[in-house]
């Protein structure tokens, strides 16, 4: 009888570890087939973290349906009882009815069956206070850097593509201005860009001035680039196993790799539990190798970014090209989880290694978990740009059509400093650029880290003004008054309403170059206003409607939509054409 219990016990015991190795060889795992010679690091992690992911990806979360209805309502708009969204557990999604526009690849609305709990959504977003009014007998002076970042409209986007308002923190209007080109004109001196400033009314608000200041960055053209020392750092960890992530990423440096020329060179290291070179330093012109490299890479594993990084910068040091364009560039949803992960570790890492004249791009990709916070503040430090590729056009407008901008710096540490004439404007108000603001004394401190301009790019700031005896129904702060100090506006006979200061340096320089400009105001008329005047404001209206802000006037989506018609202009790309359909989106969304 024992005997023939321990042969049954002893039978149990082999078909449980029989099951244990058919699960242990059906788990997911971190798997890189390697285009080179060189060992590759491998994960030293199983991806017990693919399968939420991907259950993550396969929605895109944007607010409640509750939250929203409530903006809707503080916005004078209707909500429709009937109108679930498709990032709440009982969203029953339809498409919105929008002009054909071919400037736009369309993603498909969610189902009801692919939705998942707000409670799921790992997006992050770094929390936005937006600039008030300043009186100008208070604080003369407004500084700030610039900044040529696009993810905030691309994402923007994305929410609106699936029927979704976005997260208030994700609108960045000054992102939203700059994603778009303006007619300014080309440098004419020896100096890298050029500058266009105008005044008319402010639409949202006709008893105040708005202020529009243009940069327009050198063009070259791609054979005058300079030789490129490239290194992709690509996150193949398991958090970009989606269609949306690691096969799009995939396409988009196809497109950049058929850009590149026999004088530029390429190095691939990726990362998920561990960093490693899958393709050394390789010419451009060989691109059979450097596409079979990125066409080999799986996603699998955690998150190692800071050993990438640090990889990343070391390749691009050790292979530098004097006088070249020697950049990183960052592809990942930044779900930094294993090693140097904290915001303000990655942050004091980058600083560390952009001394070393090695700039950054960095790609976000993805839905469900982007940490656009952290890819946003490790760009911003690290002499960089930040953008948002939700389909292969956006890729191709980036990585293509904007190449020069995307990879090239022509003006490192740009800075703008607005003196206000205290006699012609009693307050102001910039608009955006809320974490690119710095201390006045900053803008003449050289070792203050500012925005980067690249080849091309344009870049635009936006100020509201209330000129001195205009009413107002704006609340302005106020101060008792001082006892030392005049407090009387000053009685100069100037016509000017405020001065300009930019400083700049080349991109290997350590010293800012000085301009200055100052504006009168001609009294022009909105209706007589410049397309780059007017569709530059609708674009920071319909930004103030999404975040329901409390400087948003008289500002609508049906102002906005009429301001982007008028000054649709030449739209040789379609993405003016785009803006409207995504303003007739969002006003359909709130029409439910």
Known sequence: MNKLLRLFLLSGMVAILAQLTTACHNQPSAKLEDSSSLPVAKDVEGDQRQRQSELMESAQVGRSADSVNQNFRNRGLTPRASMPLSGSPNAASKPVPRRSVTAAKRMPLLTAEHAIPEASNRENYSPIDENAFQRVKHNPLSTFAIDVDTASYSNLRRFLNNGQLPPTNAIRIEELINYFNYDYPEPESDRPFSITTEISQAPWNPTHKLVHIGIQGEKMAIEDLPPSNLVFLLDVSGSMNSPNKLPLLKDAFRMLVNELREEDQVSIVV???????????????????????????????????????????????????????????????????????????????????????????????????????KMEKIANKGNGNYAYLDNELEAKKVLVNEIGATLLTIAKDVKIQVEFNPAKVQAYRLIGYENRRLKDEDFNDDTKDAGELGAGHTVTALYEIIPVGAKTNVKLPDIDPLKYQSNAASTTNSKELMQVKLRYKEPDGNTSQLLTYPLVDKAVKLEDASDNFKFSAAVASFGMVLRDSPYKGKASFDQALQLAK???????????????????????????
């Open 271 to 373: 990362y998920a539990g561990a960093a490693g070179v899958v393709l050394p330093p390789t010419p451009g012109n060989e691109k059979d190798k450097i596409l079979t490299a990125i066409e080999n890479l799986n996603a699998g594993g955690s998150t190692a970014g800071g050993a990438g990084i640090k990889l990343a910068y070391k390749l691009a040091q050790d292979n530098f090209i004097k006088s070249g364009n020697n950049r990183v560039i960052l592809a990942t949803d930044g779900d930094f989880n294993v090693g140097v992960s904290s915001d303000s570790e990655l942050v004091k890492l980058i600083e560390q290694k952009r001394k070393k004249g090695v700039f950054l791009t960095v790609l976000g990709f993805g839905t469900g978990n982007l940490q656009d916070s």
């Open 566 to 592: 008028e000054s649709e202009g030449v739209d040789l790309e379609g993405y003016r054409a785009e803006f409207i359909d995504l303003v007739e989106s969002a006003e359909e969304i709130g029409d439910r």
